[in-house]
């Protein structure tokens, strides 16, 4: 069966670094037919122009702080039958896009989206979720190896992430895109509520991984402090306004209030937020929150045919190999994987030392994925905190756990 044709929005602001990193790991899918549209500021765009992908790529500049309206503009530029989304601060699995995209063989299904693992490589940051008209969030449990079709019931949707999902190009036009209201925050929850609302069916994926490194921007910091909540404050006032009954919203925003208030508070006392911080970052929310009352809502513009032919990108059939050493060795191993990794390999390269510590695993700038940890140490978060191996063993066991995404045989 011919797998459809993909195009994968990257929007970008304020992290040309961060850009240059997702790309180099958007060059090593392993899916015939795709394309990568990037909407990046000025900065992003000469990262880009400076690198190797410069030719290969949808390249388009946009200067204002709204994801929404910087995704319509991919949705508009994009050609492929099915639009993918991944943030500039993320690198997905080798898999990612075969695995996000096999359910849409299936003409009802409009949406997929997929599980992401947060900074430790490791951990999960976001699994299978349903989302409310209050802005609510639940998980739920779906299988592990295999696709899980949903059908929208009452006022549930199928929460996807906006770092690793993907619609049909002829439903996000039909829908209008992605609503210019919410400039950064609740942009996705807001069309799995539409999505749903006209009856469409979504796919939770959990096999197509994306790694989501929560790089700073000028709404946060590296280690997740927040800087500004004013946006957050302005989308919610939007979200109330087109989900919730005016009678209660009063009390809706004064729970979502105290829930950041909390949260800012934890920061203060763990010693990464001062007093007048918080202080500022709570105006900084109900300022927000007054200018969302005003702030237009809807009437995206999304092109129905693309602005612009398919540009398929060069990809290569890539050899999946792994490479295994003690921590001692990393220089030269490091260096190897680097070398292969220029040569079009799929590299993992695991570092172990005769240690409990817990593994952690990261995409390497230099195109290879590298876990680290103790022979002995857990590297799914559930496991024991000390288990015998062998050091063939373990390289067997992690091999198992991560070899149908990296593609290893």
Not at 4 to 13: D, E
Not at 143 to 169: F, W, Y
């Amino acid at each position: 069966m011919t797998q459809p044709a993909v195009s994968v929005v990257v929007v970008s602001r304020d992290r040309p670094t961060a850009l240059t990193w997702c790309l180099t790991g958007l060059s090593q899918l392993q899916y015939p037919t795709f394309e990568i549209v990037i909407i990046a500021d000025p900065m992003g765009c000469e990262a880009v122009r400076a690198g190797p992908f410069a030719d290969q790529v949808k390249l388009i500049e946009f200067d204002r702080p709204n994801i929404s309206e910087a995704r319509n503009l991919g949705i508009s530029h994009a050609a492929g039958d099915i639009v993918a989304f991944i943030d500039d601060d993320a690198v997905p699995e080798p898999s990612w896009l075969h695995q996000l995209v096999a359910p849409t063989d299936r003409e009802h299904v409009a949406a997929v989206g997929g599980f992401v693992r947060g900074r430790n490589g490791i951990s999960w940051q976001w699994q299978a979720r349903t989302v409310d008209t209050m802005g609510d969030t639940k998980p739920f449990d779906v299988s592990q190896n295999r696709a899980t079709l949903l059908t929208p019931k009452g006022q549930h949707a199928t929460k996807t992430e906006g770092t690793n999902m993907a619609v049909r190009r002829d439903v996000l036009v039909a829908l209008e895109g992605f609503d210019p209201g919410f400039a950064f925050y609740l942009d996705e929850t807001d069309l799995n509520l539409r999505l749903a609302h006209a009856g469409h069916a979504t796919a939770i994926v959990p096999m197509a991984e994306v790694h989501h490194g929560f790089a700073a921007s000028p709404r946060r910091r590296g280690d997740r402090v927040p800087r500004d909540l004013f946006d957050i404050g302005s989308s919610w006032a939007v979200f109330q306004r087109k989900y919730l009954p005016e009678g209660q919203r009063r009390k809706h925003w004064r729970a979502i209030r105290n829930d950041e208030r909390a949260r800012v508070l934890t920061h203060m006392v763990a010693g990464r937020l001062l007093p007048r911080d918080v202080r500022y970052l709570l105006s900084r929310l109900d300022r927000g929150y007054g200018q969302g009352l005003m702030r237009q809502r809807g009437g995206a513009q999304v092109s129905r045919s693309p602005i612009s032919a398919f540009k398929p990108f060069p990809w290569q059939k890539r050899m999946s190999v792994v490479l295994a050493g003690r921590s001692w060795q990393h220089r030269r191993l490091r260096a190897e994987a680097a070398r292969r990794a220029q040569h079009g390999e799929i590299v993992t390269l695991f570092l172990f030392s005769p240690t409990t510590l817990r593994h952690r695993l990261r995409f390497d700038t230099a195109g290879f994925w590298e876990q680290s940890g103790g022979l002995f140490g857990r590297s799914m978060r559930n496991a024991p905190v000390f288990r015998m191996f062998s050091f063939s063993e373990r390289v067997a066991a992690e091999t198992r756990r991560i070899g149908k995404q990296r593609l290893i045989n």
